[in-house]
T-cell receptor, first 116, second 110 residues
Framework: GAVVSQHPSWVICKSGTSVKIECRSL??????MFWYRQFPKQSLMLMAT?????????EQGVEKDKFLINHASLTLSTLTVTSAHPEDSSFYIC????????????FGSGTRLTVV | QKEVEQDPGPLSVPEGAIVSLNCTYS??????FMWYRQYSRKGPELLMY????GNKEDGRFTAQVDKSSKYISLFIRDSQPSDSATYLC??????????FGGGTRLMVKP
Protein backbone atom coordinates (compact mmCIF):
# COMPACT_ATOMS: atom_id res chain seq x y z
CA GLY A 1 0.00 0.00 0.00
CA ALA A 2 0.90 3.66 -0.15
CA VAL A 3 3.49 4.69 2.41
CA VAL A 4 4.47 8.16 3.52
CA SER A 5 7.59 8.58 5.59
CA GLN A 6 7.90 11.64 7.79
CA HIS A 7 10.86 12.60 9.88
CA PRO A 8 12.00 13.48 12.36
CA SER A 9 9.32 11.95 14.56
CA TRP A 10 10.19 14.38 17.31
CA VAL A 11 12.48 17.35 17.66
CA ILE A 12 13.36 19.82 20.38
CA CYS A 13 14.84 23.13 19.37
CA LYS A 14 15.71 26.45 20.92
CA SER A 15 13.66 29.58 20.36
CA GLY A 16 14.82 31.47 17.31
CA THR A 17 16.18 28.49 15.44
CA SER A 18 14.67 26.84 12.37
CA VAL A 19 13.50 23.27 12.02
CA LYS A 20 12.96 21.30 8.83
CA ILE A 21 10.49 18.43 8.60
CA GLU A 22 10.57 16.05 5.66
CA CYS A 23 7.74 14.12 4.12
CA ARG A 24 8.42 11.45 1.50
CA SER A 25 6.09 9.25 -0.48
CA LEU A 26 7.94 5.96 -0.73
CA UNK A 27 6.02 3.98 -3.30
CA UNK A 28 3.90 6.43 -5.25
CA UNK A 29 4.18 9.83 -6.81
CA UNK A 30 2.55 12.43 -4.65
CA UNK A 31 1.18 15.12 -6.88
CA UNK A 32 -0.24 16.93 -3.89
CA MET A 33 0.97 17.09 -0.33
CA PHE A 34 -0.75 18.64 2.64
CA TRP A 35 0.65 19.91 5.91
CA TYR A 36 -1.43 19.84 9.06
CA ARG A 37 -0.99 20.98 12.59
CA GLN A 38 -2.68 19.22 15.47
CA PHE A 39 -3.04 20.40 19.04
CA PRO A 40 -3.69 17.91 21.86
CA LYS A 41 -7.14 16.34 21.70
CA GLN A 42 -8.05 18.37 18.65
CA SER A 43 -8.52 17.52 15.03
CA LEU A 44 -6.14 18.27 12.21
CA MET A 45 -5.86 21.84 11.07
CA LEU A 46 -4.80 22.25 7.46
CA MET A 47 -1.91 24.65 7.13
CA ALA A 48 -1.10 24.47 3.45
CA THR A 49 -1.45 22.50 0.25
CA UNK A 50 1.47 22.03 -2.07
CA UNK A 51 1.61 20.73 -5.60
CA UNK A 52 4.86 19.52 -7.05
CA UNK A 53 6.80 22.28 -8.71
CA UNK A 54 4.55 25.13 -7.64
CA UNK A 55 4.16 27.41 -4.66
CA UNK A 56 2.19 26.19 -1.73
CA UNK A 57 -1.29 27.50 -1.02
CA UNK A 58 -1.60 28.54 2.61
CA GLU A 59 -4.75 28.55 4.66
CA GLN A 60 -5.97 31.77 6.14
CA GLY A 61 -4.06 32.75 9.23
CA VAL A 62 -0.99 30.65 8.43
CA GLU A 63 2.15 32.75 8.00
CA LYS A 64 3.84 31.70 4.79
CA ASP A 65 7.10 33.35 5.77
CA LYS A 66 7.19 31.40 8.99
CA PHE A 67 6.16 28.04 7.64
CA LEU A 68 8.14 27.51 4.47
CA ILE A 69 6.95 24.67 2.29
CA ASN A 70 8.89 23.20 -0.57
CA HIS A 71 7.61 20.47 -2.87
CA ALA A 72 10.48 20.12 -5.29
CA SER A 73 9.81 16.58 -6.44
CA LEU A 74 6.94 14.13 -6.71
CA THR A 75 8.18 12.25 -3.67
CA LEU A 76 9.40 14.92 -1.29
CA SER A 77 7.93 17.91 0.48
CA THR A 78 9.50 19.81 3.34
CA LEU A 79 8.12 22.14 5.98
CA THR A 80 10.55 24.52 7.61
CA VAL A 81 9.47 26.30 10.76
CA THR A 82 11.58 29.43 10.79
CA SER A 83 12.53 31.39 13.90
CA ALA A 84 10.59 28.97 16.03
CA HIS A 85 8.88 30.12 19.22
CA PRO A 86 7.33 28.09 22.04
CA GLU A 87 3.85 28.71 20.62
CA ASP A 88 4.94 26.80 17.50
CA SER A 89 5.23 23.68 19.61
CA SER A 90 2.74 21.23 18.17
CA PHE A 91 2.28 17.98 16.27
CA TYR A 92 2.85 18.45 12.54
CA ILE A 93 1.57 15.88 10.08
CA CYS A 94 1.95 15.61 6.34
CA UNK A 95 -0.35 13.84 3.95
CA UNK A 96 0.07 12.89 0.33
CA UNK A 97 -2.17 11.90 -2.48
CA UNK A 98 -1.43 10.55 -5.91
CA UNK A 99 -4.11 12.79 -7.33
CA UNK A 100 -6.70 11.79 -9.85
CA UNK A 101 -8.23 8.41 -9.25
CA UNK A 102 -6.59 8.02 -5.87
CA UNK A 103 -9.05 8.97 -3.21
CA UNK A 104 -6.94 7.73 -0.38
CA UNK A 105 -4.82 10.25 1.41
CA UNK A 106 -1.86 8.70 3.15
CA PHE A 107 -0.52 10.36 6.23
CA GLY A 108 2.95 10.47 7.65
CA SER A 109 3.54 9.44 11.24
CA GLY A 110 3.81 13.02 12.42
CA THR A 111 6.50 15.18 13.99
CA ARG A 112 6.27 16.42 17.53
CA LEU A 113 8.00 19.78 17.73
CA THR A 114 8.90 21.27 21.08
CA VAL A 115 10.42 24.73 21.13
CA VAL A 116 12.17 25.65 24.37
CA GLN B 1 -21.72 25.76 12.39
CA LYS B 2 -18.87 23.47 11.41
CA GLU B 3 -19.02 21.78 8.04
CA VAL B 4 -18.49 18.40 9.66
CA GLU B 5 -19.74 17.56 13.13
CA GLN B 6 -18.48 14.63 15.13
CA ASP B 7 -19.12 13.81 18.77
CA PRO B 8 -15.76 14.03 20.57
CA GLY B 9 -16.60 11.32 23.10
CA PRO B 10 -14.89 9.69 24.84
CA LEU B 11 -16.84 6.58 24.01
CA SER B 12 -16.13 3.70 26.36
CA VAL B 13 -17.29 0.18 25.50
CA PRO B 14 -16.49 -3.32 26.72
CA GLU B 15 -14.46 -5.65 24.56
CA GLY B 16 -16.61 -7.44 21.99
CA ALA B 17 -19.19 -4.67 21.74
CA ILE B 18 -20.39 -3.18 18.47
CA VAL B 19 -19.25 0.40 18.15
CA SER B 20 -21.07 3.04 16.16
CA LEU B 21 -19.27 6.24 15.22
CA ASN B 22 -21.04 9.00 13.36
CA CYS B 23 -20.55 12.27 11.52
CA THR B 24 -22.97 14.74 10.05
CA TYR B 25 -22.12 17.28 7.41
CA SER B 26 -23.70 20.30 5.86
CA UNK B 27 -21.94 20.64 2.52
CA UNK B 28 -23.85 18.76 -0.16
CA UNK B 29 -20.81 19.04 -2.46
CA UNK B 30 -18.99 16.37 -0.47
CA UNK B 31 -18.73 13.26 -2.60
CA UNK B 32 -16.05 11.11 -0.98
CA PHE B 33 -16.07 9.97 2.59
CA MET B 34 -13.29 8.51 4.65
CA TRP B 35 -12.65 7.17 8.11
CA TYR B 36 -9.26 7.40 9.72
CA ARG B 37 -7.94 5.88 12.92
CA GLN B 38 -5.33 7.80 14.87
CA TYR B 39 -3.37 6.40 17.75
CA SER B 40 -1.87 8.80 20.23
CA ARG B 41 1.09 10.71 18.77
CA LYS B 42 0.79 8.99 15.41
CA GLY B 43 -0.46 10.04 12.02
CA PRO B 44 -3.98 9.06 10.92
CA GLU B 45 -4.37 5.72 9.20
CA LEU B 46 -6.98 5.29 6.47
CA LEU B 47 -9.57 2.67 7.40
CA MET B 48 -12.32 3.08 4.86
CA TYR B 49 -13.34 5.30 1.98
CA UNK B 50 -16.61 5.39 0.13
CA UNK B 51 -18.16 7.57 -2.51
CA UNK B 52 -21.73 6.43 -2.73
CA UNK B 53 -24.64 6.03 -0.38
CA GLY B 54 -24.92 2.61 1.14
CA ASN B 55 -22.68 0.25 3.05
CA LYS B 56 -19.13 -0.86 2.51
CA GLU B 57 -17.66 -3.66 4.58
CA ASP B 58 -14.04 -4.54 5.30
CA GLY B 59 -13.45 -7.14 7.94
CA ARG B 60 -14.83 -5.90 11.24
CA PHE B 61 -15.47 -2.44 9.83
CA THR B 62 -18.54 -1.22 7.97
CA ALA B 63 -18.84 2.27 6.58
CA GLN B 64 -22.28 3.61 5.90
CA VAL B 65 -23.16 6.74 3.95
CA ASP B 66 -26.56 8.39 3.71
CA LYS B 67 -26.18 11.36 1.41
CA SER B 68 -29.84 12.32 1.65
CA SER B 69 -29.46 12.82 5.39
CA LYS B 70 -25.84 14.00 5.18
CA TYR B 71 -24.87 11.38 7.69
CA ILE B 72 -22.06 8.84 7.74
CA SER B 73 -21.26 6.07 10.16
CA LEU B 74 -18.51 3.63 10.94
CA PHE B 75 -19.40 0.39 12.69
CA ILE B 76 -16.82 -1.75 14.41
CA ARG B 77 -17.86 -5.30 15.24
CA ASP B 78 -16.27 -7.40 17.97
CA SER B 79 -14.33 -4.40 19.23
CA GLN B 80 -10.88 -5.06 20.68
CA PRO B 81 -8.73 -3.08 23.12
CA SER B 82 -6.40 -2.44 20.19
CA ASP B 83 -9.24 -0.48 18.55
CA SER B 84 -8.86 2.16 21.26
CA ALA B 85 -7.91 5.29 19.36
CA THR B 86 -9.36 8.48 17.98
CA TYR B 87 -11.50 8.02 14.88
CA LEU B 88 -11.71 10.86 12.40
CA CYS B 89 -14.22 11.16 9.63
CA UNK B 90 -13.10 13.09 6.58
CA UNK B 91 -14.77 14.10 3.37
CA UNK B 92 -14.07 15.93 0.15
CA UNK B 93 -15.79 17.30 -2.87
CA UNK B 94 -14.36 17.61 -6.34
CA UNK B 95 -11.23 19.34 -5.11
CA UNK B 96 -8.29 17.92 -3.24
CA UNK B 97 -8.88 19.25 0.21
CA UNK B 98 -10.15 17.03 2.99
CA UNK B 99 -12.47 18.38 5.64
CA PHE B 100 -12.17 16.55 8.93
CA GLY B 101 -14.52 16.01 11.80
CA GLY B 102 -13.18 16.75 15.24
CA GLY B 103 -12.57 13.08 16.01
CA THR B 104 -14.17 10.66 18.47
CA ARG B 105 -12.02 9.10 21.14
CA LEU B 106 -12.87 5.42 21.59
CA MET B 107 -11.83 3.28 24.54
CA VAL B 108 -12.42 -0.46 24.44
CA LYS B 109 -12.03 -2.00 27.87
CA PRO B 110 -10.89 -5.61 28.28
Amino acid sequence: GAVVSQHPSWVICKSGTSVKIECRSLDFQATTMFWYRQFPKQSLMLMATSNEGSKATYEQGVEKDKFLINHASLTLSTLTVTSAHPEDSSFYICSATGGRGNYGYTFGSGTRLTVV
Amino acid sequence: QKEVEQDPGPLSVPEGAIVSLNCTYSNSAFQYFMWYRQYSRKGPELLMYTYSSGNKEDGRFTAQVDKSSKYISLFIRDSQPSDSATYLCAMKGAGNMLTFGGGTRLMVKP
